[in-house]
């Protein structure tokens, strides 16, 4: 609490201010530094490969790179206007906080190269441990030198095994007919891996020849997951699947032609339950972008996390934990109630980017009172471009992560609903331990 003369002082002086003897402090510092001291794992990023400056570019961060498509607005916090980035390169690179813009991009441009050139290879690794991170889901179309086991592990990409079509009617808006030829791409690429040139006539042994062995090429490629970015393409509401309906279409068009929206959604409905089944008899969790947003034609109606029920209610899918990525944000309340499924998840991943911690601590209060063991920490870090790269990402999101837990978790203790232990447990199982349950991870230490 301020007293109303630190309301008129410049922040410097603020301090100096009298306080009330009864002022608390926002985060219990106990508590603070023990969750700072948490080795977390952060389940949904994009880390990039770090690459020589001849070498070229990195593009296997996702299979939906969104640089195709119109320019869109971003929230607020991820633009370099929130000074939450100036924060962060004063802690990774050590630039003063209120370096003028031209000489922070020259000093960042600077720091970013000689700290990559210096390090190499090791440089993934180094921005882990800036951010307190022991391990890395790495959301990419494939790994590489630079991202290795153990303190990174791979989600891959199935979408478009769930479009083995012609999805030229599917492409409505500039966002989808930008986005629809990248998951054909990265499906003739999933095909020339299987040493095929094009998919089965029929869906029984596109499903056997193609489908299946996909994911356990990505299974024993060390995928712990897999990854679902439908809602850019699509809405959630993956209906009951017609298996009969969904091998005529796909009989009807796989030698040619473009099937209806009504069709292709058809097959993709059979297709993705048959995804999600065979991944979690695999071992491989599921996770499902929902979010709001991104892209200037994004539909935010068709990634709400309700549209997932009938999906997360087929008995077929028990076997296959879920994770809701995002956490839905912002329709937290529908994410919560799917939460009461025993193999459903969420993350805070993208949120702790997005929000400020006061505002992640209020949701992550109202998630741990209801279901403490299915709240997973995630940052989404991606690479934003010279000045805003994955490494500050990851930073951003874990620092903002820790503070928003200690908010939370500072305000259950003091309205008595939990004890001091019972909070740090919280956030070891938010930060840590929830991962390790619903991504079945074996080999790494609770
Ligand atoms: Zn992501």
């Known amino acids: 609490m301020r007293s109303p003369l630190a309301l008129l002082l410049p922040l410097s002086l603020a301090s100096l201010a009298p306080r009330p003897a009864t002022a608390q402090a926002v985060v219990d510092s106990a508590l603070g530094a023990y969750i700072a001291s948490i080795r977390a794992i952060d389940t949904h990023a994009h880390p990039m490969r770090p690459v020589a400056t001849n070498a070229p570019a990195d593009s296997e961060y996702d299979a939906l790179p969104l640089d195709g498509i119109p320019p869109f607005g971003f929230p607020h916090r991820l633009t370099l206007d929130d000074p939450v980035w100036q924060r962060a390169q004063l802690a990774l690179y050590g630039i003063p906080i209120g370096t003028p813009d031209s000489a922070r991009k020259l000093a960042l441009a600077a720091a970013v190269t000689s700290n990559v050139t210096k390090r190499g290879l090791h440089f993934p690794e180094w921005a882990l441990d800036q951010a307190g991170v022991d391990v890395m889901f790495a959301n990419r179309v494939a790994m590489g030198p630079g991202l290795d086991t153990p303190r990174f592990r791979w989600i891959a990409f199935v979408d478009a095994l769930m479009l083995p079509l012609d999805t030229r009617a599917e492409g409505v808006t500039p966002d989808t007919r930008a986005l629809y030829p990248k998951e054909s791409a990265l499906l003739r690429r999933y095909l020339h891996d299987l040493g095929l040139t094009h998919a089965p006539r029929q869906l029984a042994e596109y499903v056997r020849g193609v489908v299946v062995p996909t994911l356990e090429r990505q299974r024993a490629a060390g995928a712990i997951a897999v990854k679902f970015e439908a809602a850019y393409l699509r809405p959630l509401d993956f209906a009951d699947p017609d298996s009969a309906l969904a091998a005529h279409v796909y009989a009807r068009y796989s030698a040619g032609g473009v099937p209806t929206h009504a069709e292709y959604k058809a097959l993709e409905d059979y297709l993705f339950r048959v995804i999600s089944r065979e991944a979690g008899r695999l071992g ?85 009172g209801e279901f ?52 740090e447990t919280l956030a070891l199982m938010v930060l840590r331990e929830n991962a390790i349950k619903a991504y079945r991870l074996s080999g790494l230490s609770r």
Not at 291 to 309: I, K, M, N, S, V
Not at 391 to 419: C, F, P
């Open 284 to 368: 491989m969790a599921v996770q499902i972008h929902s979010l709001e947003t991104f892209g200037g034609y994004y539909r935010a109606a068709g990634a709400a996390p309700d549209l997932l029920e009938p999906a997360f209610n087929d008995s077929t899918l028990r076997g296959t934990n879920f994770v809701v990525i995002h956490g839905g944000w912002p329709l937290v309340d529908e994410t919560q109630a799917l939460l009461a499924k025993p193999n459903v998840y969420t993350d805070i991943s993208a949120m702790d980017i997005i929000l400020s911690p006061t505002e992640l601590a209020r949701v992550l209060r109202q998630w741990l």
């Open 372 to 423: 403490p063991d299915k709240v997973l920490y995630g940052s989404d870090a991606f690479d934003g471009g010279t000045d805003q790269g994955w490494e500050q990402v990851a930073w951003v999101g874990s620092t903002t992560a820790r503070r928003a837990l200690g908010i939370a978790l500072t305000g259950m203790m003091r309205d008595g609903e939990i004890s001091r232990s019972r909070a």
